[in-house]
C-alpha cells in the first residue's frame, strides 16, 4: 500500500471557505490536482493508494479528508469544481465531528477530525514514513519501499520544528531531485520510481 498524507496549514474546514479559498490564500485548487495525481491513471484508480488530506485552518479540530483508490466512488467528475465540490460535502458532513470521530460519506471518502501529528505517529508506529525534502536522501538510493507513507505539504512549508519531533519518530527526509517542484507533480515522481521498482523496470 502506498500512502500519502499532504499537511494544508492554511485550507479551511469550514465547507464555504474551503471553496472560496479557490486562487487564493488557501489555493484549495491545488489539493484537487494532487487527488487525480495521487489517486488515477490514464485507465483507472491506483488501487494500491490512500491519499489523506489534512486541512487546519479549523475553529476547533483539523479534518483529514482520506480517498482510498479501491474503495472511493463518484468524484461527480474529473473537473478540479467538481472534485473541490466533493471534498466541501465531506467537509460539511463532518463538520460537528467531535475530536478523533470520523465518518465514511456515500463515496467512500472518510472524515476524520484528527491532528497531523497524531495521524502520523500512529502510522511510524508500524509503517516507514518519509517526509518529502529536496535535501532528503535521494529516492534512488537502494532503499526498498515496503508499506511506505509519504507526507508532503501544499505550498505553505512545514514548520521548521516539525522536522524535529518526527525524526524522534524514525521518519526520514527523502528527495525527488534538484528542483523545487508542486505537490500534486510529486506524487506522480513517486509512483513512478515506485512502479519501476515493482516492475523491475530497467
Ligand atoms: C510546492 S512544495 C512546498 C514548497 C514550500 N514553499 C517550501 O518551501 O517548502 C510541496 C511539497 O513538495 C515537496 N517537494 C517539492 N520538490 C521536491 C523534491 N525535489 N524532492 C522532495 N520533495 C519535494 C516539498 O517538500 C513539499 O512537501
Do not use: W
Not at 489517486?39 to 482520506?66: C, I, N, P, Q
Not at 475530536?99 to 456515500?106: D, Q
Amino acid at each position: 500500500m502506498r500512502e500519502f498524507i499532504v499537511r494544508a496549514r492554511k485550507a479551511p474546514v469550514d465547507a464555504g471557505r474551503f471553496l472560496a479559498s479557490v486562487g487564493s490564500g488557501a489555493h484549495v485548487e491545488y489539493l484537487a490536482q494532487m487527488i487525480v495525481n495521487a489517486l488515477f491513471t490514464s485507465k483507472g484508480h491506483r488501487e494500491d493508494t490512500t491519499l489523506t488530506l489534512v486541512l487546519e485552518d479549523s475553529a476547533d479540530y483539523s479534518r483529514a479528508l482520506t480517498m482510498q483508490g479501491s474503495t472511493l466512488g463518484d468524484l461527480s467528475g474529473m473537473d478540479e469544481g467538481s472534485m473541490l465540490a466533493t471534498c466541501a460535502r465531506a467537509l460539511q458532513a463532518g463538520s460537528s465531528l467531535e475530536k478523533e470521530a470520523s465518518l465514511v460519506c456515500e463515496n467512500g471518502i472518510v472524515v476524520q477530525a484528527i491532528s497531523f501529528e497524531h495521524m502520523v505517529k500512529e502510522k511510524a508506529l508500524t509503517r516507514p514514513v518519509y517526509l518529502l525534502d529536496r535535501k532528503g536522501l535521494d529516492i534512488r538510493g537502494d532503499g526498498e519501499f515496503l508499506d511506505p507513507v509519504f507526507l508532503l505539504t501544499d505550498h505553505i512549508p512545514m514548520p521548521r520544528k516539525t522536522f524535529r519531533s518526527l525524526a524522534r519518530q524514525g521518519v526520514q527526509k527523502l528527495s525527488l531531485g534538484p528542483t523545487m517542484l508542486h505537490a500534486s507533480q510529486c506524487m506522480t515522481v513517486i509512483h513512478n520510481e515506485l512502479d519501476r521498482l515493482a516492475s523491475d523496470f530497467s
